[in-house]
């Protein structure tokens, strides 16, 4: 323990050394980019950016509106021809259901009416109402293909339909969404020129963002230092202490295992107590009393006990 104690003195006396004097460079830097932030120059003013800010907010609007009302449009001019075909396809998943149960019926009459036989070791079986077998699956079949085919017809006639709905709102997209969305790119380029007006910036205002550009980096570059000598002398300190800390670990492990042999003492001599006392009930004559053996040794083991506490 002595060890840790000196090498912390160490490590604190090195940080005191070094460690103000990255962290005044650290403040330093920060004064001077606050400074320099403080200080008028040609940014846009309140005005000028709240109105590119409304152009944008309009712009981007338009944008939503003309999409959405297109989209709204074609949804209700089809709005019949969709009921329709929602009719259809409803019709085509009643016909499956059919089919499906023609298709079990099939299968089970045709397993009804194979009968095997063994004979002498030999299996042999034979068809019954192979033609109803036959006509059975036929009939399953050809419902399934014509209602498959129903179904393809029917999405044609829907698609040819909404055909004219559907041109007219490709020819209205071809129309009205470029122009809405190249506006709102244009609100956006005018806000970006108002926030970062490179072209009209004077020698003064490049020499003053370069100045500040460099602020930045010199304020990152001391913050780096100041990490890195907290870091360093951090390291040398877990390193130094490394078999003071081992020797800590294995001490509370020495602890840990003299305090459960107390507590195990603890409970032994509590229970040897216990079992010392012998109870006698009451009878018509005499009331019922305690009787305590073995005291003396009851006494040296609870003493054991405190004996063994004091030295953990």
Same mark, same amino acid.
């Given at each position: 323990?002595?060890?840790?104690?000196?090498?912390?003195?160490?490590?604190?006396?090195?940080?005191?050394?070094?460690?103000?004097?990255?962290?005044?460079?650290?403040?330093?830097?920060?004064?001077?980019?606050?400074?320099?932030?403080?200080?008028?120059?040609?940014?846009?003013?309140?005005?000028?950016?709240?109105?590119?800010?409304?152009?944008?907010?309009?712009?981007?609007?338009?944008?939503?509106?003309?999409?959405?009302?297109?989209?709204?449009?074609?949804?209700?001019?089809?709005?019949?021809? @969709? &009921?329709? %075909? +929602?009719? $259809? /396809?409803? !019709?085509?998943?009643?016909?499956?259901?059919?089919?499906?149960?023609?298709?079990?019926?099939?299968?089970?009459?045709?397993?009804?009416?194979?009968?095997?036989?063994?004979?002498?070791?030999?299996?042999?079986?034979?068809?019954?109402?192979?033609?109803?077998?036959?006509?059975?699956?036929?009939?399953?079949?050809?419902?399934?293909?014509?209602?498959?085919?129903?179904?393809?017809?029917?999405?044609?006639?829907?698609?040819?339909?909404?055909?004219?709905?559907?041109?007219?709102?490709?020819?209205?997209?071809?129309?009205?969404?470029?122009?809405?969305?190249?506006?709102?790119?244009?609100?956006?380029?005018?806000?970006?020129?108002?926030?970062?007006?490179?072209?009209?910036?004077?020698?003064?205002?490049?020499?003053?963002?370069?100045?500040?550009?460099?602020?930045?980096?010199?304020?990152?570059?001391? @913050? &780096?230092? %100041? +990490?890195? $000598? /907290?870091? !360093?002398?951090?390291?040398?300190?877990?390193?130094?202490?490394?078999?003071?800390?081992?020797?800590?670990?294995?001490?509370?492990?020495?602890?840990?295992?003299?305090?459960?042999?107390?507590?195990?003492?603890?409970?032994?001599?509590?229970?040897?107590?216990?079992?010392?006392?012998?109870?006698?009930?009451?009878?018509?004559?005499?009331?019922?009393?305690?009787?305590?053996?073995?005291?003396?040794?009851?006494?040296?083991?609870?003493?054991?006990?405190?004996?063994?506490?004091?030295?953990?």
């Amino acid at each position: 323990m002595a060890e840790k104690k000196k090498v912390q003195e160490m490590v604190k006396a090195e940080a005191k050394k070094v460690w103000p004097a990255k962290f005044k460079a650290v403040e330093t830097s920060w004064a001077e980019l606050a400074e320099n932030f403080d200080q008028h120059h040609s940014l846009a003013s309140r005005a000028e950016v709240k109105a590119d800010l409304d152009n944008m907010a309009h712009a981007g609007y338009n944008v939503d509106k003309v999409v959405i009302d297109d989209f709204v449009e074609l949804h209700n001019d089809t709005q019949a021809q @969709r &009921q329709k %075909f +929602k009719g $259809e /396809v409803g !019709k085509f998943v009643q016909q499956q259901e059919k089919i499906h149960q023609a298709y079990d019926e099939a299968y089970n009459y045709e397993m009804a009416n194979i009968h095997f036989k063994n004979t002498n070791g030999k299996w042999s079986f034979v068809v019954d109402n192979e033609e109803t077998i036959i006509d059975k699956w036929t009939d399953a079949q050809t419902d399934d293909v014509m209602s498959r085919q129903d179904l393809k017809e029917d999405f044609i006639r829907y698609q040819r339909s909404i055909a004219a709905d559907k041109a007219q709102f490709k020819a209205t997209a071809k129309a009205t969404w470029p122009k809405a969305f190249e506006g709102f790119k244009a609100s956006l380029q005018h806000f970006n020129e108002t926030m970062h007006p490179h072209s009209m910036m004077s020698a003064q205002d490049k020499a003053f963002d370069m100045k500040v550009r460099q602020q930045i980096v010199n304020q990152m570059n001391e @913050r &780096q230092e %100041f +990490k890195f $000598e /907290v870091t !360093k002398d951090l390291k040398a300190y877990l390193e130094n202490t490394n078999g003071a800390r081992d020797q800590l670990r294995a001490e509370s492990t020495q602890w840990k295992a003299a305090n459960q042999r107390v507590n195990d003492m603890y409970a032994a001599a509590w229970n040897y107590q216990i079992a010392q006392v012998k109870y006698t009930p009451a009878t018509a004559t005499q009331a019922g009393h305690f009787d305590l053996s073995n005291n003396a040794e009851i006494t040296n083991r609870w003493e054991a006990v405190d004996n063994a506490a004091k030295a953990n």
